[in-house]
């Protein structure tokens, strides 16, 4: 199947909402988030002519947004090193997971993962939960769990100097997530 593309002045209306919602999802900043459409619509009217047709026009836009964010996030991890300090609680001696990494609580108690993802409610606790950690703790699970980078390519991305660092931020992020989760949804 081979996709035609429409007119640019009919991208944002078409599109626009969408590609927005992708990007404050995973920036968090409306303003960051506008610029991101903004570049990403700049960047496709001069590429249009390189349409192919081999993805819908929405995927497409989306393949350029997502490239966007990433030049984003590499431009600010040179700027500024975000330290994980006072921010991140120590859980080396976390009860959540085995020696193997594993879950040690049963997660049948979050009832049915796949159901609570299409709720919208749970879709906004999330987002809240995510919002509440540091920002590139953050951005590097959203980058991993979301967008489903690969680490090595997260750490050149994020500039992580090692992909133990990687690992370590990540499953903060998530041991982070699983309380909030825990505390603002499964156990309402």
Known sequence: ????????DQWLELYGDALYRYA???VRDPDLAADLLQDTLLAALKAKD??????S??????????HKMIDFFRKSSREKTDTM?????DYKND???DEKGSWRVDLSVWSKPDKALEQEEFLA???????????????VFILRELDGMESEEICDVMAISSLNNFWVML??????????LDMNWFNQ
């Open 1 to 8: 199947m081979t996709y035609e593309l429409s007119t640019p």
């Open 24 to 26: 404050i999802t995973r």
């Open 50 to 55: 390189n349409f192919m047709g081999q993805a």
């Open 57 to 66: 026009e929405q995927t497409w836009l989306t393949g350029i947004l997502k």
């Open 85 to 89: 300090g006072d921010e991140v609680a």
């Open 95 to 97: 009860s959540f997971f």
């Open 125 to 139: 606790v999330l987002q809240r939960c995510v919002d509440k950690l540091p920002q590139k703790m953050s951005q």
């Open 171 to 180: 499953s903060r992020a998530r041991v982070q997530l699983r309380h909030c």
